[in-house]
């Protein structure tokens, strides 16, 4: 007996079925959509963690020079972190707004 080789694959998409007009007609529809905005917005705040993790080593490795040599990780840190959490307003996820496009500056 050994192991089968391969991948797995999983479903990462949104489900095709759900309706945010009356999302309780279809409830396992809104299950899977409610894990599905879970399981993104675990991925942003994670990103969030690992962009964080970078920008301190780049202060400590930089010193007085970290305003100008970790402006970029700044940015795209605060932009990660812009419209993720979990919040307490009970509106929709899509109902937040769209993330700024991040802009580039050199």
């Known amino acids: 007996m050994g192991r089968r ?3 797995v694959e999983f479903d990462e998409t949104a489900p095709d079925d759900f309706d945010p007009s009356n999302p309780y007609k ?3 529809a809104m299950l899977e959509m409610r894990e599905h905005i879970v399981r993104e917005k675990w991925i942003d705040i994670e990103k969030a963690k690992i962009l964080r993790e970078k920008l301190k ?3 400590r490795v930089e010193g007085v ?3 100008q040599k970790c ?3 700044v ?3 605060l932009d990660s972190t812009r419209g993720i959490g979990w919040g307490k ?3 929709h ?4 707004g769209p993330k700024p496009e991040s802009v580039e500056t050199d």
Do not use: A, F, I
């Open 89 to 91: 307003d009970g509106r």
């Open 65 to 67: 020079n970290h305003l």
């Open 75 to 77: 940015q795209q840190y």
């Open 26 to 28: 279809d409830p396992v």
């Open 57 to 59: 080593w780049c202060y």
């Open 93 to 96: 996820p899509s109902l937040h």
């Open 71 to 73: 402006r970029h990780l």
């Open 5 to 7: 080789k391969g991948t």
